[in-house]
C-alpha cells in the first residue's frame, strides 16, 4: 500500500494507522490484564503500582507518578487506597515520603506478578520471539525520541 492510496475510514498516513491499532491492540491486552488482576482482588492500577514499587522499593511518590505515566495527585490517591488495605506504607525520608511494601504487598505481587506475566506473553504468542523483539525495538526507539520531544528524530 503507498502513502497515497486510500485506506479504511479514508486514513492514509501509516503513522495514523500504525497508531490505531496500537490502542485497539493495548485496549485488548490492557483488558486481559484487567481480567488477571480483578480475579486477584485488585485494579490493574493498583497492580501497576506493586509491581513498580516492587522493583524499586523506597521510591518517592514523584517517581512513582512519572514511571506509571501519572500526576502525583493521581498516585497519592491511588496509595491512600492501597495503604487503607494495607499492600503498601509511606515513611518519610527527609522532606519526601518513599514507598514500601507491606509483608501483605509483598506477598500479593508475589502471588500475581508470575501470572500476570503469563497472560500479557500469551497475548502476543501470535508473533514469534524475533517478531516480538522486533516489535519492541520499533516501539523503544519511538519512545525515546517523543521523550526527547522530536518525533522527527530516528
Same mark, same amino acid.
Given at each position: 500500500?503507498?502513502?497515497?492510496?486510500?485506506?479504511?475510514?479514508?486514513?492514509?498516513?501509516?503513522?495514523?494507522?500504525?497508531?490505531?491499532?496500537?490502542?485497539?491492540?493495548? +485496549?485488548?491486552?490492557?483488558?486481559?490484564?484487567?481480567?488477571?488482576?480483578?480475579?486477584?482482588?485488585?485494579?490493574?492500577?493498583?497492580?501497576?503500582?506493586?509491581?513498580?514499587?516492587?522493583?524499586?522499593?523506597?521510591?518517592?511518590? +514523584?517517581?512513582?507518578?512519572?514511571?506509571?505515566?501519572? #500526576?502525583?495527585?493521581?498516585?497519592?490517591?491511588?496509595?491512600?487506597?492501597?495503604?487503607?488495605?494495607?499492600?503498601?506504607?509511606?515513611?518519610?525520608?527527609?522532606?519526601?515520603?518513599?514507598?514500601?511494601?507491606? +509483608?501483605?504487598?509483598?506477598?500479593?505481587?508475589?502471588?500475581?506478578?508470575?501470572?500476570?506475566?503469563?497472560?500479557?506473553? #500469551?497475548?502476543?504468542?501470535?508473533?514469534?520471539?524475533?517478531?516480538?523483539?522486533?516489535?519492541?525495538?520499533?516501539?523503544?526507539?519511538?519512545?525515546?525520541?517523543?521523550?526527547?520531544?522530536?518525533?522527527?528524530?530516528?
Amino acid at each position: 500500500m503507498s502513502e497515497t492510496t486510500p485506506t479504511r475510514a479514508g486514513l492514509r498516513h501509516p503513522g495514523v494507522l500504525a497508531w490505531l491499532r496500537l490502542v485497539r491492540v493495548y +485496549q485488548q491486552i490492557s483488558r486481559a490484564a484487567a481480567e488477571h488482576s480483578g480475579a486477584a482482588g485488585i485494579t490493574l492500577a493498583q497492580f501497576d503500582v506493586l509491581a513498580q514499587v516492587g522493583a524499586a522499593e523506597g521510591c518517592n511518590q +514523584q517517581q512513582l507518578a512519572d514511571a506509571l505515566l501519572v #500526576s502525583k495527585g493521581n498516585v497519592t490517591q491511588l496509595l491512600d487506597r492501597m495503604e487503607e488495605c494495607d499492600l503498601l506504607k509511606r515513611r518519610p525520608v527527609g522532606r519526601t515520603k518513599c514507598v514500601f511494601l507491606t +509483608q501483605r504487598g509483598r506477598s500479593l505481587r508475589d502471588r500475581i506478578v508470575p501470572g500476570h506475566e503469563a497472560v500479557i506473553a #500469551s497475548q502476543f504468542a501470535p508473533l514469534a520471539p524475533t517478531e516480538q523483539r522486533e516489535l519492541l525495538r520499533l516501539l523503544r526507539r519511538l519512545d525515546r525520541a517523543l521523550r526527547q520531544g522530536d518525533p522527527l528524530r530516528t
